[in-house]
């Protein structure tokens, strides 16, 4: 069965210090793989997906994901913190035609001062 | 921005009341969504739709039933609510195009 795991439950970080966010998938399948951010009280919005192009995919608000079929991990990074990328963040992976994502269940980001 | 319009935006009702929440597209997108948020789980699918009244089974299809009569509506209905089904509910459109455009979400409280 496929499955997402993000390994962090929570992730805190002090402003202008790198992110790295966790995703893991099983799968035998090549799929697509996206990241989500998620303000308070707001929809998702897509950072960033890779679809077997570049296996670097740079996404918005400096934020970049890295393809690794061997770890099957799609790692979201970004090299400094800013305040306002505190909020929580959603690894989500599709297989076939894009008729069904599946979610991990999201790293809340927190920025320290 | 891809033009996605949930109503109500908030609801509390009582357990055993149905309850309906609506979804609307500007955007022709063909596959449409419907997703439960609850802490921990991030987002689970309920239903989604491939066309006009064309409707599969997510993995959380329990006690939910859908309808999309037209392109750009896709109902979510709760025949009897319980308190199981206090949750966040967000539609998306998409797929086409290897991404998914979310609403705002539909905080629905059962008590």
């Known amino acids: 069965a496929q499955s997402v795991t993000q390994l962090d439950s929570h992730v805190s970080v002090s402003e202008g210090t790198p992110v790295l966010l966790r995703c893991n998938y099983s799968?035998?399948?090549?799929?697509?793989l996206f990241w989500y951010v998620q303000h308070p009280n707001k929809g998702l919005q897509l950072l960033l997906k890779?679809?077997?192009?570049?296996?670097l995919v740079k996404g918005i608000n400096g934020f970049e994901a890295e393809f690794k079929k061997s770890e099957t991990s799609f790692h979201l990074t970004k090299p400094s913190a800013h305040m306002s990328d505190a909020a929580e963040y959603f690894c989500?992976?599709?297989?076939?035609?894009?008729?069904?994502?599946?979610f991990g269940s999201g790293t809340k980001l927190n920025v320290k001062p | 921005d891809a033009g996605i319009t949930q109503s109500p935006r908030h609801k509390v009702t009582e357990t055993g009341t149905p309850v309906t929440l609506r979804c609307h597209q500007t955007?022709?997108?063909?596959?449409m969504y419907w997703y439960r948020q609850d802490p921990g789980h991030g987002l689970r699918l309920i239903h989604y739709?491939?066309?006009?009244?064309?409707?599969d089974k997510g993995e959380v299809s329990d006690g939910y039933s859908v309808s999309r009569s037209k392109t750009e509506d896709f109902l979510l209905t709760l025949e009897s609510a319980t308190s199981s089904q206090t949750s966040v509910y967000f539609c998306?459109?998409?797929?086409?195009?290897?991404?998914?455009?979310f609403g705002e979400g539909s905080r629905l409280t059962v008590l």
């Open positions: 739709s491939y066309g006009v009244k064309d409707t």
């Open positions: 955007e022709n997108h063909r596959y």
């Open positions: 890779y679809t077997s192009a570049a296996t």
């Open positions: 989500v992976v599709s297989w076939g035609n894009f008729n069904k994502f599946y």
């Open positions: 799968s035998s399948y090549s799929p697509s």
């Open positions: 998306a459109t998409g797929g086409d195009t290897g991404e998914l455009f």
